[in-house]
């Protein structure tokens, strides 16, 4: 039986805007009168680590999602997804950001990245669909490469029980006044790439 | 609330920071202690002079704090006093998972335990109420995935701020004499039976009597065995502990209602133990499960864990987790020192000076991540660094010894230890990593950098002042980004005969580069040879391509990698 009516993992690493994400939504959830909790792992985020966040929509219980319980992956950094893929659901959607952030066991030569198709390949046969872009490039467009997580919440936008309008209520109460075309900008671009 | 006090440790920080941020007509006062037994007799005085006051620090902190928290249950409370205590089951950022409410047991004083966001707000106000009412410091304790969660909570009214307050003289209640510790002592006993009776009926002990079959959870736990028994769609009866100590007649009532009752419970068996004992008094023939091959003693619980806990005592299907995806292709991304560190500088010239035979006892903050570099060998807590050191020569050891540890944490727990090091005459080094802040936890202040919690100017102790008068011989600064200089005084350290200390100063390059510091840019020339000198420097600014090393955007221009260069191939850009 569901426990909850949207779950989802959103992961990438320290400063890339993971708690933005969850923050925005979490926001919009209160407006729309919904239940929502979430809970991360944010430690090493200014070292370089992962960071990992759990939000839950219409959800009484605790904050966390469960192993194979994801209905959507949000990943700001492709290495990531599937360093937590674990948590999607065989139903649910992954949604990547294509542009790798190198760790630095990778610069210094100790460790190879692979190619992004090798991430993509085994992501595709956990669940029902794996949606990928260069939000890099498309935040870029939009103004700023650091609006990326915007972007990224843009095309998760359709995949979660809560209008639009809402959320980009609740992203203009956490950007800063000079970001907000920008941060509008990257929604829009977001959004287009899974429609 | 009047008074907060606490020392920084994940996963408590940000209740003091969150504190500080409050706008009131008359705010708490808010303040970071030197470490956490100052701060929880600090609230102590507060307390006593009818000022509500809490002490907040992770759950490592409270053995710093024990012995004034072990007292303090006997002498009692003015106004109301709450230890928030965080607990961090799985050890994400600590260095041992101990269950606190242990502790509360031990002391003999309530324990609260949040499942959720919104109960800890509860709680608190509850914890107040509590320790006034039964003359009591109160335990508030939760764990990561309380203190690090969000959700919708009713924030509700802020309580009035108390008065200004006035130490009242009392010696037998105030003056733990023996002859006065014995009789509260006996007070202490006879107030927990009517503890327990209080918190019966306390909103978070709650008891739904259904089937045959029973589960009492209790914190996240808890909620864990609601989504259970929501999705198993079971007839189950469910105790639910929030509050200790445990109320016995609702166990009771458990136990004589059910023939198999599981107990689920996050770390050590506080709650089945008690259970078990009031089984063999209540309902000897109950079949009790619970550590024993059902619920782990260490790590965290998880959802799946619990609802596979409960299905297999139901004799029902467990859900298989997830089958782990395939990661062996991801290069692993494991936190490490910032590109700039100046840690990473100090520890290669420490390490170039003492060489690989020396003992490096190291502490607790950023630079335990240096492990890789060879001078971290002993981790133990908070100043143990300079102890451990003095232990190990004295225990015999010949080698070098060169111990290090933060600004913080001398501050924190170091300098007895120094103090003990020369009174003992122990000839060890010891560098004092100083990037003036408390940068693990998130940047915190602390006595040596001259601002307070709430970014008030204070007196800014000096640490080579400090360093000499706790009976150091050697005392020498050095600025770790200059790497000839820094090498000098570790020599000079080492030849010393004595007890000697090396201060290694340079601001956290976090911190340094949101106040504004610029510095130099760096460069490989062609003329690299691409020795790999520089990637041993394991900066996540150098990179290696095509046989050359290469400085990427990460460079804060600290410069010490040009030092390192066997050819001087890393050269500062003209700008």
Not at chain 2, 327 to 340: F, K, M, Q, Y
Request: glycine share 8%; net charge neutral.
């Amino acid at each position: 039986m569901r426990t909850s009516e949207c779950d989802m993992v959103i992961v990438g690493v320290g400063g890339q805007g993971v708690i933005l994400i969850s923050d925005v939504i979490g926001r919009a959830a209160v407006m729309a009168g919904k239940p929502v909790c979430g809970a991360e792992t944010h430690g090493m985020a200014q070292r370089g680590g992962s960071v990992i966040n759990h939000t839950r929509i219409g959800c009484r219980f605790s904050p966390m999602v469960t192993s194979g319980g994801a209905d959507v992956l949000v990943a700001l950094e492709p290495a990531e997804a599937l360093r937590f893929a674990d948590f999607l659901s065989p139903t649910g959607v992954v949604l990547v950001n294509t542009r790798p952030v190198l760790p630095s066991t990778v610069t210094c030569g100790k460790a190879r990245y692979p190619p992004v198709q090798e991430i993509l390949a085994p992501l595709k046969a956990r669940c029902s669909k794996v949606i990928a872009m260069d939000a890099t490039a498309l935040a870029e467009k939009a103004g700023t490469a650091q609006a990326m997580n915007v972007v990224m919440l843009g095309a998760l936008a359709g995949y979660i029980p809560l209008s639009e309008e809402l959320i980009l209520q609740a992203l203009s109460l956490v950007v800063p006044q000079r970001f907000q075309e920008a941060n509008k900008k990257a929604f829009a671009l977001g959004k287009a790439e899974v429609e | 609330m009047g008074l907060v006090a606490g020392y920084p440790g994940t996963p408590s920080s940000e209740i003091i920071e969150t504190l500080v941020e409050l706008k009131s007509e008359r705010p708490p006062h808010v303040e970071w202690s030197v470490n956490e037994k100052v701060a929880l007799e600090v609230a102590a005085g507060a307390s006593w002079t009818d000022c509500r006051a809490a002490a907040t620090m992770k759950h490592v902190g409270l053995n710093v704090a024990a012995d004034p928290f072990m007292t303090l249950a006997y002498l009692g409370v003015g106004a109301g006093l709450v230890v928030i205590c965080a607990d961090d089951p799985y050890c994400h950022s600590s260095q041992n998972e101990q269950d606190s409410r242990r502790y509360a047991q031990f002391a003999g004083i309530p324990c609260l335990d949040p499942a959720n966001p919104g109960e800890a707000k509860e709680m608190t106000v509850f914890a107040f109420e509590l320790s006034e009412k039964f003359n009591i410091p109160v335990m508030l304790r939760p764990t990561t995935r309380v203190s690090h969660a969000r959700e919708d909570v009713d924030m509700g009214q802020a309580a009035a701020p108390c008065g200004p307050g006035r130490f009242i003289k009392n010696p037998a209640r105030r003056v733990a004499l023996p002859s006065h510790a014995r009789p509260l002592h006996s007070e202490l006993l006879a107030k927990q039976a009517a503890m327990e009776e209080a918190l019966e009926s306390a909103p978070w002990n709650r008891l739904d009597l259904h089937g045959n079959v029973g589960i009492i959870a209790s914190g996240i736990a808890g909620l864990y065995a609601k989504e259970a028994i929501f999705d198993l769609d079971e007839e189950l009866s469910f105790l639910c502990i929030g509050a200790y100590p445990l109320p016995k007649k609702l166990i009771s009532r458990m136990l004589m209602h059910v023939s198999r009752v599981i107990v689920i419970e996050e770390l050590e068996p506080v709650v089945e133990e008690q259970v078990k004992m009031l089984a063999l008094k209540v309902n000897p023939h109950v079949e009790i499960l619970g550590k024993e091959g059902f619920i782990p003693r260490e790590g965290e619980l998880d959802y799946l864990q619990v609802r596979n806990a409960i299905a297999r005592m139901l004799g029902k299907a467990e859900r298989v987790a997830a089958k782990n995806a395939d990661v062996s292709c991801l290069p692993p991304r494991p936190p490490s020192l910032c590109a700039g560190c100046s840690h990473r500088a100090t520890y290669y010239a420490m390490r170039k000076v003492f060489g690989k035979n020396a003992i490096y006892p190291s502490d607790i903050g950023c630079y335990t991540m240096a492990m890789g570099m060879g001078t971290v060998d002993t981790c133990l807590c908070m100043g143990a660094s300079i102890t451990l050191a003095s232990g190990i020569r004295l225990g015999g050891e010949k080698e070098g010894i060169c111990c290090s540890l933060g600004d913080s944490t001398f501050l924190h727990g170091g300098m007895t230890g120094l103090l003990n090091a020369a009174y003992n005459k122990a000839r060890i080094t010891v560098t004092i990593l100083d990037n003036s802040t408390t940068a693990m936890t998130g940047h915190q202040p602390n006595p040596g950098t001259g601002m307070t919690a709430s970014g008030e100017v204070t007196t800014q102790v000096s640490i080579e002042a400090l360093a000499k008068a706790l009976g150091a011989g050697l005392v020498e600064t050095v600025d770790p980004y200059h790497l000839d200089e820094t090498l000098e005084s570790f020599q000079r350290a080492k030849d010393y005969p004595g007890l000697s200390v090396i201060i290694a100063r340079q601001p956290c390059v976090i911190k340094a580069r949101r106040s504004g510091i610029r510095r130099r840019s760096f460069q490989v020339g062609e003329d690299c040879i691409g020795c790999k000198i520089c990637l041993d420097f394991s900066c996540p600014a150098i990179e290696f391509e095509k046989d050359k090393a290469r400085i990427n955007a990460l460079c804060t221009g600290c410069g010490v990698c040009a030092a390192i260069c066997s050819t001087s191939a890393i050269r500062e850009v003209a700008r």
